[in-house]
């Protein structure tokens, strides 16, 4: 079965996807958080512009993980990736002391009639359970993302 995720993407990465010019969702962090690990193949994606409101959803293709990242490792990532990655160079550089990270390829981004939720915390990404759902696992896009299969 399917895990459900809540992905806030800022206004410009999140419009590239849209239109398909960003195929990896990257996600570098200092500290192991509750979605390292938890992320996988299969798996559906709701984007949330930061800010704004849900408006699309999307399945997970593929997943890399990553530990004991170094600058290197990360300029390594970026060379090789940051084509489906999208990312400016002051966000490459704002992610040089991150030890943890994944690359999420996106497949069958579809957008949905948009919806505002009400999330207050500063996480960037969350996974989803019937506790903490924000409403999102009772609406009609899960139908729509479980067709996606």
Request: charged share 30%; glycine share 6%; aromatic share 10%.
């Amino acid at each position: 079965m399917a895990n459900y995720h809540l992905v806030i993407l800022k206004r410009p990465y999140l419009e590239a996807v849209l239109a398909g010019r960003k195929q990896i969702e990257s996600r570098f962090i200092k500290t192991r958080r509750a979605h390292f690990g938890r992320v996988l193949p299969g798996d559906k994606l709701f984007l949330k512009e930061s800010g704004g409101l849900v408006c699309a959803i999307a399945s997970i293709a593929a997943v890399r993980n990553f530990t004991e990242l170094t600058p290197k490792r990360i300029l390594e990532l970026k060379e090789q990736y940051n084509h489906l990655i999208c990312g400016s160079n002051k966000y490459w550089q704002s992610k040089m002391d991150c030890r943890f990270g994944f690359l999420v390829w996106l497949k069958d981004v579809e957008p949905i009639e948009p919806m505002r939720i009400h999330k207050k915390d500063w996480r960037a990404w969350v996974v989803l359970t019937k506790k903490e759902d924000f409403g999102l696992l009772k609406m009609g896009a899960v139908r729509k993302a479980e067709k996606m299969q």
